[in-house]
């Protein structure tokens, strides 16, 4: 929960427009401006053995390559040291760098978090699931019912509607059924317009 401190503390809005100009690193001109001299630069900092020794560790671990890359461009963007569009154009080349060293190493590196096979809806489900049991657990704790509150009783339907999965077989059946000859098929496409 937010206090009422925590807004006090806060900057005022427009503060930073009040600072002073190129202050900081990113506001001035960056040092290099050349995607292929960042590049580079990338490439001979990461080529260190001694780096791709403690790089090998991170990625046998399990640390994925684009979370990586990102915290390391965004940090070059940070000191001045390039523009964040050179960094996007730069950072699919450092990327490939560091999975071709890797596998020097006999390391299989992870290029991303993100799973496809895995759907990312369910996380939402489980975390509403979970959201849900917390609160029916304080409204058992104060003893509040279904039948004495409406509010509850929604709880307990959502929580049972989110638990009930729906069969496979049943999705499967769904999708197999053919339009019947006598129902008009909608035209389809981008530019498809139905006739009257």
Known sequence: ???????IEGPVPGQSLTA??????????????DYEEVTKFYINK????????????????????TPFVQAL??????????????SLIVGPV????IKASMLQYGIDAKDDTFNPDKDPNER?????????????ADAESEDRTADMDSGVAV??????SLSDEVPEDTMKQEETVAPQDDM?????????RETI
């Open 20 to 33: 002073t100009p190129r202050q900081y690193k990113w506001e001035r001109s960056p040092q290099m401006s």
């Open 124 to 136: 939402e489900k489980r975390r509403l699931i979970t959201a849900i049991q917390l609160a029916l």
């Open 46 to 65: 990461l080529a260190d053995q001694d780096v791709m020794d403690d790089l090998a560790v991170l990625f046998e671990g399990g640390m994925p390559i």
């Open 155 to 160: 709880l307990e339907e959502l929580q049972r």
């Open 73 to 86: 461009t965004t940090t070059g963007v940070s000191e001045g040291l390039h523009t964040i569009d050179v």
């Open 94 to 97: 450092v990327h490939a760098f």
């Open 184 to 192: 008009p098929v909608p035209p389809k496409g981008l530019m498809a």
């Open 1 to 7: 929960m937010v206090k009422p401190e925590n807004f």
